[in-house]
């Protein structure tokens, strides 16, 4: 299996900042995609930042200038960097991670169990 265990959520202030990690662990043979999502409380999940293999970023209009998703490889790691924060970006915050568990098999989508990230004075 692959396991995503993910850290840095907690409580800020507006203004705030925060970083997100997501670890991936396991059988993993390649990781592709990676990706943040979020769930406000009463709203679907949604998309907010994606990283491929080679570094090309894909951001959310909502936090564009405000959020930075980044990867290392060698960790099988994928961060969210968010700066600026506002109470509007309170939701639980999930990654995402496209993987392949051995040479040759299909790509799996993994998710992890979500980081409750609030933005409150």
């Known amino acids: 299996q692959v396991q995503l265990v993910e850290s840095g959520g907690g409580l800020v202030q507006p203004g705030g900042s925060l970083r997100l990690s997501c670890a991936a662990s396991?059988?993993?043979?390649?990781?592709?995609?990676m990706g943040w999502y979020r769930q406000a409380p009463g709203k679907q999940r949604e998309l907010a930042a994606t990283?491929?293999?080679?570094?090309?970023?894909n951001y959310a209009d909502f936090v564009k200038g405000r959020f930075t998703i980044s990867r290392d490889n060698g960790k099988n790691t994928v961060y969210l960097q968010m700066n600026s924060l506002k109470p509007e970006d309170t939701a639980v915050y999930y990654c995402?991670?496209?993987?392949?568990?051995?040479?040759?098999?299909?790509?799996?989508?993994?998710w992890g169990q979500g980081t409750q990230v609030t933005v409150s004075s």
């Open positions: 995402r991670v496209y993987a392949t568990r051995y040479a040759g098999s299909s790509w799996t989508q993994y």
């Open positions: 990283i491929t293999v080679g570094g090309f970023t």
């Open positions: 396991g059988t993993i043979f390649s990781i592709g995609v």
